[in-house]
């Protein structure tokens, strides 16, 4: 059992007082005087729509009830009253709303359990994969609406298939907690996007606060409090802040960095005294590069891949263990380390062809190195990496990495003052950091450093609807998040060319990389 | 000019720094923060619908904008936006929800003045006259929904009229506060009016609190709040705190009463140290008495009766002088004080026939008196006081002096300790006191006691939508009061009984009564 006492949504039994002559106490009033004194504390808010209930409830089942409450930005509010013979059950949703993938989390909210976990590609893709024509979009005649409906539909087919698979009533579902990035954020609340990829880049709002779920549109109770993280700006979103608060680097002693590739590359720097975020915005290298490959991932694909340099032979292995249908950011990034160790790329990040061997194939005047024969592909076709895959991975990673120096070198730390390096997402969860060290990506840091959080989005969000404590450091840290905003200038410009070598112009920055080529070339 | 330091709804001009890089404050934050800056205290709030228009309102007007606030129960919350050049006026209604009569008052909220007050018959009248049929009629299927929708459609159709008359956008009425009695309230709010009428009495809510114009669904600014008077109990509503409110008897040293005859006999006795209040609903003879004779005033209804005893002349005086065509409360009152003091009604309230010569007729085995023939009235029939209109005056004038005794009595002071006695509503403004004196419906004080207070409840309504101190009184007030159940026992029955006499069966009881009837005998 999880200790409910910190839970800022509620479920209270109340044994009222029936109304008598000398107590004419209003229906309404007795619900909040009574919730009031079972909470020990503070005052007790009700909205019209449940004054509305209040008497016919009573009337029909009686002073013996349950309310359910939740702790609003003011006051505790309550959403509705049942029968106190009528269960004792309340439930609540975790949302990560993800540009590509939307996930929806069922908790049981006195247990603190989860009961499904459904994801499902964010119905405005058909709009466009990427934000920026989906912000554009929205600003044309109704686009904002039907991006908004979009979102929650996709959220409210997923929730019907949710309480009808485990037998809740809708109403039963009183609570709901949403993490996603500044834009996602906007369109489902239906706000205007139109300043977030302007500059000054303002959203129209950082904290929409509690919401209801009638006022969002959400299929579940009208009243219940929905939960919307904060974002700190356009480019720095409640999907982070939802990462940071499941991370725990903003309780840490010492300092750690999170990093989540998603559209763009976010980064959080701090500790329990200070934190610092930037996004890549700047390093467009990286939009539609890692990140597309990592939206890939699924069944069938390739998450790893090993190279007997020697044999000249290629270990796949694949998400689900079948036959292999394609190649994911964190496969990607083991197969480019493999052939660089191999000697089958060299440091500019170029095919060495009389390495490859028969891999080699130019198709349309580009070099493809093909990785598993069609032959052996579920596909039927070659799996093949081209040059200008290769290019772009290597933006990409130059990218992230200008990103990570830039960062640290503005707070005057090294590398080896980060602790901890988490990596956020579904590619932290695949991605192998020693490969990601390989190719120049990610720091030389100590391999325990590191550690793939998987969803922390979806983590942060689940968090913030169990505990009233996660709720308020969710808003504490956007409020202490000091956003930095990447500007790419002369210094770096000269930063991201040096990373654009494999795994750097400056091999002495990766001394664990010379030491594994000196393996290799034995 | 009013001092507006005291308003609650207020409209503050902000010049808000624009954004920038080095400033990205989300909109809706800016406008909050800017908020609380010129208003110097306290948090500031947005709802959801605000939020979405706070960027395109920037992008087509900048950032030298007025903002409408108000101070919700919690904090100040936004109402809207406009842009600094769109002028500067804020509009509110005062709302007096009578069961017989709404009136709806439109205001320069800015002036504190008044500019154009509109009544007209409650539609519900057409459910039934009676507050219980309505309640009645509530219970029945979707009956509620149709009460609140007559009298929504009733106030809204006047502010149509209201805002197209002084050239005002509806979205400039950014504000309302509404008194009305208990079931009003309920049925305005759509709130289940099921316990009201029925043991013990317990309204669905007595403190609806603020609630925002599009819950209610008034057609003014979606977003403005609507102060709805709170009630002490079923049978003492909003309409008598508003009462009260405007009285200042809250405030007095010295002890006060106020009475209001409207559907009810309403009566508050206290000053600045204590409250308490009774209703008349133990005085079913009230109901439909004087009530229905007070209902009746307007243009031609005769308000005053003369009677020369010597001559035999009546000498009635009509609303706007018009030819007579029925009889008012406060006509009634006088007229049988007059035929008392004539001769022509003896003490226990019987015609005295031979004192009324021509003027008595038999119409089917009842007594008549013809105050004016038919050749005068407008009707071209006399208008008569029958034998059982008088036996239902006395009832009602008996009920009254039984409750103010009681209430006197219960607090063990005499009647002559109340420095100020209030008469409210249409009939208070009307009625000459030294009659109601005469007849033995009112103590008999010195006649400056007495103060025609005319619509307290639109006073108070009107206060408390011009002031938030006077708002808070009003809940205070509410908070103070101690409501009295009359028990209708024998005690009571034999005040009852003494009363039934004219002016009563202790003519010590009325000095100056006695004093008047010695100058007509002589």
């Known amino acids: 059992m999880t200790d409910h006492h910190d839970s800022w949504i509620r479920l209270l039994r109340l044994s009222l007082p029936p109304p008598s002559l000398k107590d004419n106490t209003g229906d309404a009033e007795r619900v909040s005087k009574g919730t009031e004194k079972a909470l020990g504390h503070g005052k007790v808010r009700m909205g019209l729509p449940l004054m509305k ?77 990427d934000i920026l024509t989906r912000i554009h979009f929205a600003t044309r005649n109704k686009g904002l609406e039907k991006l908004q409906a979009m979102a929650l539909d ?14 809740i009533r809708r109403e039963s579902l009183v609570a709901a907690s949403v993490a996603g990035n500044t834009t996602m954020t906007h369109f489902l609340l239906g706000l205007d996007p139109y300043g977030i990829c302007r500059e000054p880049y303002i959203p129209a709002v950082n904290r929409p606060g509690i919401v209801l779920a009638r006022e969002v549109g959400m299929a579940m109770h009208e009243e219940g409090p929905v939960f919307v993280f904060p974002n700190v700006g356009s480019y720095f979103g409640g999907d982070m802040v939802a990462g940071i608060l499941a991370s725990g680097m903003d309780q840490s002693d010492d300092i750690c960095l999170l990093v989540d590739v998603g559209t763009n590359a976010e980064v959080v720097l701090g500790n329990k005294e200070w934190l610092v975020a930037c996004a890549g915005a700047a390093g467009s290298a990286l939009e539609g590069g890692v990140a597309e490959m990592g939206a890939m991932a699924g069944p069938g694909v390739i998450d790893r891949v090993a190279i007997d340099a020697r044999k000249g032979t290629f270990k796949v292995t694949t998400i689900g263990g079948l036959p292999p249908k394609g190649i994911c950011g964190s496969g990607l ?23 490859c061997g028969d891999r080699s194939k130019d198709i349309d005047g580009i070099t493809h190195l093909v990785v598993v024969p069609a032959r052996e592909a ?25 990103i990570l120096t ?59 609807l169990l505990s009233e404590k996660a709720r308020d450091t969710a808003c504490r ?35 664990s990389v010379k030491e594994q080529l000196k393996v290799h070339n034995q």
Chains 1, 2 share one sequence.
């Open 378 to 402: 579920a596909t039927g076709k070659d799996i093949t990496l081209s040059q200008t895959d290769l290019d772009r991975l290597i933006r990409s990673k130059a990218a992230m990495y200008t």
């Open 154 to 167: 996709g959220i409210n087919r997923e929730i019907e298939g949710l309480v009808s698979r485990h037998r």
């Open 53 to 129: 209930r209040v008497p016919s409830l009573f009337r029909e089942h009686g002073y013996d009830i349950r309310v359910i409450v939740y702790k609003g930005e003011e006051t505790w509010r309550l959403v509705d009253l049942v029968p106190a013979k009528d269960g004792n059950a309340l439930y609540g949703l975790a949302i990560d709303l993800g540009s590509a993938t939307i996930v929806v989390e069922l908790l049981d909210l006195l247990g603190g359990r989860t009961l499904e976990q459904v994801s499902f590609l964010n119905p405005q893709v058909e709009v466009g994969p």
């Open 333 to 355: 990034i083991d197969l480019v380390a493999q052939l660089f160790l191999a000697g089958m790329i060299d440091t500019r990040g170029r095919f060495v062809k009389e390495r």
């Open 406 to 464: 830039t960062l640290v070198g503005m707070m005057n730390i090294e590398f080896s003052d980060i602790s901890r390096f988490y990596v956020a997402g579904t590619f932290g969860s695949y991605i192998d950091p020693r490969s990601a060290i390989t190719i120049g990506m990610l720091p030389d840091l100590p391999l325990e450093r590191y550690k793939g959080l998987g969803n922390t989005s979806l983590a942060g969000a689940r968090m913030a």
């Open 477 to 511: 840290i956007r409020d202490r998040m000091t956003y930095i905003e990447l500007n790419v200038n002369q210094e770096f410009m000269n930063l991201f060319s040096a990373a654009r070598f494999l795994p750097h112009t400056d091999m002495d920055l990766f001394p």
